[in-house]
């Protein structure tokens, strides 16, 4: 077993999330919105909150999607759930009178806690975008935590001389904003 | 009656569809995003489509909303009414085989149509985050379009010397592009 050591890693066939995986892509091998929205609302995810939206399971997709096929494959498929394992409890620790929802103050505290240094006017249009009657739910906190970070990363891919300052051509800028 | 010419416009009381704006807005006197699910679902406006998401009614409100309250005024309102008629003829102009939705090739020719130039591949990505099993609905249609004006709108209002790029900062990168 000498040469194993540099072997590739054990086949997805004997990970345990692999019979999961494939008994939620179906025929395809692949996920895609609807098949997790199902799939995250049977495996009981949101606990006591409320299911997520087709929409954030679309934005979920597009995050991982690296080959813009709009379905995820099971790396992807786990990686998401490391994420969301993280915002939950990004959640639970912000979300400090236990009402549930994250309230404005509350998501202030979240997104500077979450590395992203955005201006007061920019945080309050974030708010405005992702807010029910004032409140923030887990459902529109994801889907908001996702688009922040990959818009981000977008940024920050071409700030290659970190100067805070990007030069988008006109299809770059709504190829990266767009797909997410 | 001479001077009366220079006079404001008749008063919101006398718009017939100002009853109609109050029935829906409720105590505060503007519409949020449920008020308007809900006005746009009564009212039969997506005919044989289905009812808007709520996600799509927030990109509304996103659009309209120059003072971001998250809600909409009565000329607002109205605003939404006709850009909305807009995009229904269009929708249906371009759904040439009449099966209720719009497929990918049909979607090149809307957004070519609608005035945007963008490459295939910002084409394809856009296709890809707004389609539901390779078709894209009305409900779609319709946030892909907004997000699509309103970053374009973003963009130019920037591009003052019409070089075809911007050179944002993070910060206002991040606040235009989260807002829709
Ligand atoms: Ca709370
Ligand atoms: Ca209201
Ligand atoms: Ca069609």
């Known amino acids: 077993y000498q040469g194993s050591y540099g072997a590739p890693a054990p086949a997805a066939a004997n990970d345990p ?3 999961y995986f494939t008994a939620i892509a179906g025929q395809d091998g692949e996920v895609d919105a609807e098949e997790l929205q199902r799939c995250l609302t049977q495996s ?4 006591s909150y409320s299911p997520f939206s087709l929409e954030t399971c679309r934005v979920m997709i597009a995050m991982l999607d690296r080959d813009s096929t709009g ?3 099971f790396n992807e498929f786990k990686d998401l759930f490391a994420a969301l394992s993280g915002w939950k409890q990004n959640f639970v620790m912000f979300d400090r009178d236990r009402s549930g929802t ?9 997104v500077f806690a979450m590395g ?3 201006s007061p006017q920019a945080l309050n249009v974030i ?7 004032g ?5 529109d906190y994801v889907a908001c935590c996702i688009r922040l970070r990959a818009l981000t990363d ?7 001389m970190q100067q805070g300052a990007v030069s988008f051509q006109y299809d770059d800028f709504i190829l990266c904003t767009m797909a997410i």
Do not use: C
Request: proline residues 2%.
């Open 116 to 118: 992203f240094r955005v």
């Open 17 to 19: 999330m692999w019979a």
């Open 135 to 139: 409140r923030i739910y887990f459902d």
């Open 71 to 73: 379905k995820m494959g």
């Open 102 to 110: 994250v309230e404005p103050q509350e998501m202030g505290q979240a």
């Open 44 to 47: 009981g995810f949101t606990g």
């Open 154 to 160: 977008n940024f920050k891919r071409r700030d290659t």
């Open 127 to 133: 708010i405005k975008r992702y807010n029910k009657g």
